[in-house]
């Protein structure tokens, strides 16, 4: 059973970096099968995808049209776990901010969203 | 980016009530959407992929269905843990979530 630790700072300055950590265990993070997403929510915006790394042979990542310009998803082999962080925070970056691991379903050639961290509020403000 | 876009945005019933909401996508995703419960403070929970298929150790109460644009997920008859807030989720062009419908009770 896969499961997920998030961890970072719940406060954080306007203009400066949001960084979150999320460990996983019951599985690697170099999983040939898997992609390591970070997923946010907020009142205005509802759930947004932010971004997936994974690894094929190699190191992937995918991000959305929206925070491309900010944002890097790392995986670290060493702890088993993988980071985001958002670069230039604002007000409108205040959001619940989830890690979620989604697997790939050799029947439907789709990936599956089965696993998910607790959750941290951030909050951005000075 | 493609919307989804559900309906309603809310609804009040019953328990045991069948329930049925709607997502629709802007453009053709075949069948590539998901559909999750979330209840308060907790993260979403898958119930249904592949639009149809039912995640293992999900009650068979919850049922989806549609191809391309047009998708619905029935509850069969409503149980009192099933009020949430419900979510579709489609993958076939980045990921992107709809609005939400919140299952309220009556």
């Known amino acids: 059973q896969v499961q997920l630790q998030q961890s970072g700072p719940g406060l954080v300055k306007p203009s400066q970096t949001l960084s979150l950590t999320c460990a996983i265990s019951g599985d690697s993070v170099s999983s040939n099968s898997a992609a390591w997403n970070w997923i946010r929510q907020s009142p205005s915006r509802g759930l947004e995808w932010l971004g997936r790394t994974y690894y094929r042979s190699k190191w992937y990542n995918d991000y959305a049209v929206s925070v491309k310009s900010r944002i890097t998803i790392n995986p670290d082999t060493s702890k088993n776990q993988f980071s985001l962080q958002l670069n230039s925070v604002t007000p409108e970056d205040t959001a619940v901010y989830y890690c979620?691991?989604?697997?790939?379903?050799?029947?439907?050639?789709?990936?599956?969203?089965?696993?998910w961290g607790q959750g941290t509020l951030v909050t951005v403000s000075s | 980016a493609i919307q989804l876009t559900q309906s309603p945005s809310s609804l009040s019933a019953s328990v045991g009530d069948r329930v049925t909401i709607t997502c629709r996508a802007s453009?053709?995703?075949?069948?590539?959407l998901a559909w999750y419960q979330q209840k308060p403070g907790k993260a979403p929970k898958l119930l249904i992929y592949?639009?149809?298929s039912l995640e293992s150790g999900v009650p068979s109460r919850f049922s989806g269905s549609g191809s391309g644009t047009d998708f619905t997920l029935t509850i069969s008859s409503l149980q009192p843990e099933d009020f949430a807030t419900y979510y579709c989720q489609q993958f076939n062009s980045y990921i992107t979530f709809g609005q939400g419908t919140r299952l309220e009770i009556k």
């Open positions: 979620s691991g989604s697997y790939y379903d050799i029947l439907t050639g789709y990936y599956n969203f089965d696993y």
């Open positions: 592949d639009a149809s």
């Open positions: 453009q053709g995703i075949s069948s590539a």
